[in-house]
């Protein structure tokens, strides 16, 4: 994946968009509702997208056979999922499920 595609630029400019309203408690919109609401679909998306972005680019040079990382893409999904973890309440409502696999793509 090109990281100018558009695909790829809309769902980081999404994953923008979340880290937003998740970063500020005093506005609780729609999108801030729906991942509260279903926190654990929201913390595995984000373990993929964090594995993927360490191998979605292709790769900077011809020796490599595995993509490149995505700077720009772990960067929102990191300091998204920094939001969650750090959260007194959103820490706690994480499901085990989710955080296992949180915590094994951070591992691998």
């Given amino acids: ?23 500020n408690p005093e506005i609780e919109d729609e999108i801030f ?3 509260k609401n279903d926190l654990g679909k929201l913390v595995s998306l984000l373990a993929s997208t964090l594995s993927f972005g360490f191998r979605c680019c292709p790769p900077s040079d011809h020796r490599e056979q595995e993509g490149s990382m995505s700077v720009s893409l772990l960067s929102v999904t990191l300091a998204t999922l920094c939001v969650v973890v ?7 409502m994480i499901p085990p499920g989710p955080l296992e696999q949180l915590i094994l793509k951070t591992c691998q």
């Fill in 1 to 23: 994946v090109n990281e100018s595609e558009e695909v790829f630029v809309c769902g980081r400019e999404g994953l923008k968009i979340l880290h937003a309203s998740l970063s």
């Fill in 33 to 35: 509702f729906k991942a």
């Fill in 86 to 92: 750090r959260d007194s309440i959103l820490s706690k």
